[in-house]
């Protein structure tokens, strides 16, 4: 029998689905592009060289080793892991965000993070269909271990995300008050290092001391975004059933080879970080002497200010061919604010001379 009219999206999509925004991204052509803290740097000519004759070498009509076990060492090796933990390797560290929590998204199940935090930690608790909960930072951007604990002890998440730094206001939290977390957490907790080697700080010594911990990062800040490879390590009973929830052969061939590739000379990427740094702190002492700029400290690869006016200054600098990120409206405590990437030290100048236009203008 011929129904009378066709199933649509409003019909068979689930209603918080249609209730979501899709995670954007401006179009960058042609712009000094500053909004997605990525490294600015290339690799150079030699070691584009070795990519091409492992690429070349790559097996394209094999299915990849779901196990990676060379990677793995390599990562091992290269990143400093800690031995007798467990590896698991990701798309990118957002496709383990959302393997860690399908894992534990039974029915009523809670995902926690202090707010504002990476965007992905709420869409993914929407998509496996758990409830988020953020607890604010405070308004220094400081974590509020007291409201933490309160919210953990009333909520009972399964699993709680802390960035380290965080994302988006570049900071590090006390360390002690990390660890107050994750003693009481009644659940997993997952260290997000993405900008770990900004910072030069880490819990990944801490794994032994901390049963329910796990710490993710990923190679994109490193300098390796356009390959979409992320990592977690934490102790094997917690690997073992997260990675049930892995789809097969999600890190390709071809990412492999070219990781492996590259982190045989991961100190290429330690100079670019280095100098990254050294930009990092330079950007923020000229945007410091700007009146009516309020800049925050950042451990990471970006900058977080406040302006008097965020979207006129973010319109004024797209207008100039840079782009940069405008979070305000994403979160209370980011009223009025911008993010900064920092880039080469030509980009940085270029958005120096732009914003200080914006501003005289």
């Given at each position: 029998m011929k129904r009378s009219?066709?199933?649509?999206?409003?019909?068979?999509?689930?209603?918080?689905?249609?209730?979501?925004?899709?995670?954007?991204?401006?179009?960058?052509?042609?712009?000094?592009?500053?909004?997605?803290?990525?490294?600015?740097?290339?690799l150079p000519g030699w070691l584009r060289e070795e990519l091409a004759r492992a690429v070349a070498g790559a097996q394209i009509n094999r299915y990849p080793d779901p196990e990676a076990p060379a990677l793995k060492a390599l990562l091992r090796r290269t990143m400093d892991l800690p031995q007798g933990f467990d590896i698991l390797l990701g798309n990118g560290s957002d496709e383990i965000i959302a393997m860690v929590i399908s894992a534990v998204a039974r029915p009523g199940a809670v995902v926690m993070a202090p707010t504002p935090a990476f965007a992905m930690y709420r869409m993914s608790a929407i998509l496996a269909k758990a409830e988020f909960v953020g607890v604010p930072l405070a308004p220094d951007f400081s974590l509020d271990a007291?409201?933490?604990?309160?919210?953990?002890?009333?909520?009972?998440?399964?699993?709680?995300?802390?960035?380290?730094p965080n994302n988006p206001t570049g900071n590090l939290f006390d360390e002690a008050a990390v660890c107050r977390v994750i003693e009481a957490a009644p659940g997993l907790v997952?260290?997000?290092e993405a900008y770990h080697v900004f910072a030069g700080r880490s819990?990944?010594?801490?794994?032994?001391?901390?049963?329910?911990?796990?710490?993710?990062?990923?190679?994109?800040?490193?300098?390796?975004a356009g390959l979409r490879l992320g990592y977690a390590v934490a102790q094997s009973d917690w690997i073992r059933e997260i990675d049930k929830v892995r789809g097969p052969y999600n890190v390709g061939v071809l990412t492999q080879a070219v990781a492996q590739a590259i982190l045989e000379h991961a100190q290429v990427l330690q100079e670019?970080?280095?100098?990254?740094?050294?930009?990092?702190?330079?950007?923020?002492?000229?945007?410091r002497r700007l009146p009516g700029v309020e800049v925050f400290p950042s451990e990471a690869n970006f900058l977080l200010l406040r302006v008097?006016?965020?979207?006129?200054?973010?319109?004024?600098?797209?207008?100039?061919?840079?782009?940069?990120?405008n979070l305000h409206g994403s979160h209370p405590l980011l009223d009025q604010c911008l993010r900064f990437t920092v880039g080469t030290?030509?980009?940085?100048?270029?958005?120096?001379a732009a914003f200080c236009e914006v501003r005289a203008g």
């Open positions: 009219e066709s199933p649509s999206p409003q019909s068979v999509i689930r209603e918080d689905i249609r209730a979501l925004a899709a995670y954007t991204v401006h179009p960058a052509q042609g712009m000094v592009k500053l909004d997605a803290m990525e490294n600015p740097y290339g007291q409201s933490m604990l309160a919210a953990m002890q009333e909520r009972r998440p399964g699993v709680v995300f802390v960035a380290y997952v260290l997000d819990f990944m010594s801490r794994l032994r001391e901390y049963p329910n911990l796990l710490v993710l990062r990923t190679l994109s800040k490193l300098g390796l670019q970080a280095a100098a990254i740094r050294v930009e990092r702190e330079r950007l923020f002492a000229e945007l008097p006016d965020a979207e006129a200054a973010f319109q004024g600098l797209l207008a100039r061919g840079v782009l940069v990120r030290p030509s980009e940085n100048a270029l958005l120096l």
